[in-house]
């Protein structure tokens, strides 16, 4: 994460893969899955300070919007594709939080 953004703020991924989030920023930022004021309950890191981490593994096909709480201009997207055989969507086999 940089100062108030997410950089970058779209990726591809496949099934599977894992997104590390790092706030490199003097600011307390959050990814937290759904739109501003609309959390989805997938996953939230909580706060975030500098040289914070979160990890999540996407084990499902689907486009997560995410966002930050702190700063509800800060939004991004990971659209998850591949070799999916269970379908999009749903709310099991998620590792969140
Ligand atoms: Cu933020």
Request: aromatic letters at 12%; hydrophobic letters at 25%.
């Amino acid at each position: 994460m940089q100062l108030s953004s997410f950089q970058p703020p779209a990726l591809s991924l496949a099934v599977g893969d894992t997104v590390r989030w790092a706030d490199g920023s003097s600011m307390i930022h959050t990814t937290t899955s759904g739109t501003p004021g609309n959390p989805s309950g997938i996953r939230s890191s909580g706060d975030l300070y500098n040289g914070g981490t979160f990890t999540f593994v996407f084990k499902t096909s689907w486009n997560y919007s995410y966002y930050c709480m702190n700063h509800s201009s800060m939004t991004g997207i990971m659209t998850v594709g591949g070799e999916s055989s269970t379908g999009g969507g749903g709310g099991t086999g998620y590792s969140g939080y």
